[in-house]
């Protein structure tokens, strides 16, 4: 295959990828109508997998969990996974004025962003004490049966 007919191929599977995840216009050649059912159940495939992996999202947004979900991915390619995926459709729903009109699942939205949040930023080491007599303890016991076995 040529260079030239490498980069049209390229070129065309990427207007493709952006006709059904990026709400692109659809590229000469395709079925519009194919393409935007095609776009429906990815969305819906994408909707799904997000409900399963933070089932608590469906929980607090009861009946509103799938509309809404499908209004924000609809034009927002996901990019990091679908934890994180699941994250940003918290967090723009928390930012969006008059999305969330009942205060309790709002409340209940920011405080299930702000343990996913703190949960992707990683484990935290044990406290330096801890450590300190972690370490201690080791070695104490170390230089014990190191003397034991010296006796013998």
Not at 14 to 20: E, F, K, N, T
């Amino acid at each position: 295959m040529s260079d030239a007919a490498r980069r049209r191929l390229a070129h065309a599977q990427h207007a493709l990828l952006c006709a059904l995840v990026a709400d692109a216009p659809p590229p000469h050649g395709f079925d519009p109508q194919r393409l935007r059912a095609q776009q429906q159940a990815l969305l819906g495939k994408r909707a799904d997998v997000v409900a399963k992996i933070a089932p608590e999202l469906p929980e607090i947004l009861g009946a509103d969990f799938r509309p809404l979900f499908l209004a924000h991915a609809r034009g927002r390619p996901m990019n990091d996974g679908y934890r994180q995926d699941a994250l940003d459709f918290a967090e723009a729903l928390l930012q969006a004025d008059g999305m969330l009109t009942d205060p309790g699942r709002r409340e209940r939205l920011a405080a299930w962003t702000a343990g996913r949040r703190a949960r992707a930023a990683g484990p935290t080491p044990f406290p330096a004490p801890f450590s300190a007599r972690l370490a201690s303890a080791w070695h104490t016991l170390r230089s014990r049966v190191t003397r034991k076995a010296s006796v013998l």
